[in-house]
């Protein structure tokens, strides 16, 4: 991420340009957390500019998770796919890519660019003492690929889905999301403002906010973590 916004800064017409780094040293994720970078992981950045105004911008977390369900489900037929909002994914549930979206606008709120980094755990995960759930790796879930072959497999289907929601809109990625959303019996356990709370699911704002029934008052969670 931090490599194409130096790209940027030097020419601003840059568009559709993807890095993938084979180690990094200073990796990190949504509100700064870090990272674990493994060599014969995939640390991926994707630069984009949408076209588009900031409250479609989370939109692209979705559709990004949506492209790595496809990647995972193209690799083998057996495993148990999960999307965890807000941009996790899940392989018989346990965290294998994590998503971060970095953006730049004007004082209009019109997206000058978007980069969206990508982590995937092919080779190595991270082992936790204490989290809300656990890490694993596509060669643990016994799920073998070359790094670049899953690469170039995942950057299609990104952009194939990319470009299908700049002519569509964000309905088709919505739909593929939900129907793959980790939830027990419909309830959803959100951690949001360091508290935490159950409700019943009732369904994804176009902004990427969460909708649940709690006490029977629907409730709109734009901020926080979905646990498990």
Not at 58 to 78: A, D, I
Request: charged share 25%; hydrophobic share 40%.
């Amino acid at each position: 991420n931090l490599k194409l916004k130096s790209l940027i800064k030097k020419n601003k017409k840059s568009n559709y340009l993807c890095i993938s780094a084979n180690y990094q040293s200073n990796g990190y994720g949504r509100n700064k957390a870090k990272w674990y970078s493994y060599v014969g992981n995939i640390h991926l950045s994707i630069l984009i500019k949408p076209n588009c105004y900031l409250n479609k911008v989370n939109q692209l977390s979705f559709l990004t998770s949506v492209s790595l369900g496809e990647l995972f489900y193209n690799l083998s037929k057996k495993v148990k796919i999960n999307y965890k909002w807000p941009n996790d994914i899940l392989l018989n549930k346990k965290k294998v890519a994590g998503i971060i979206i970095e953006t730049s606008s004007n004082i209009k709120s019109k997206v000058n660019w978007v980069i969206i980094g990508v982590g995937i755990n092919i080779k190595k995960y991270p082992k936790f003492e204490k989290i809300e759930f656990q890490a694993t790796s596509l060669n643990k879930e016994e799920i073998f690929v070359q790094k670049r072959v899953a690469l170039n497999l995942f950057i299609n289907y990104f952009f194939n889905n990319y470009f299908d929601w700049k002519r569509n809109g964000f309905a088709k990625v919505k739909r593929k999301w939900l129907s793959n959303l980790y939830k027990e019996k419909n309830k959803i356990i959100v951690k949001s403002n360091n508290e935490i709370v159950k409700g019943t699911f009732v369904n994804l704002y176009n902004d990427g906010s969460l909708k649940l029934l709690i006490n029977n008052k629907a409730k709109k969670f734009s901020f926080g973590n979905q646990i498990i």
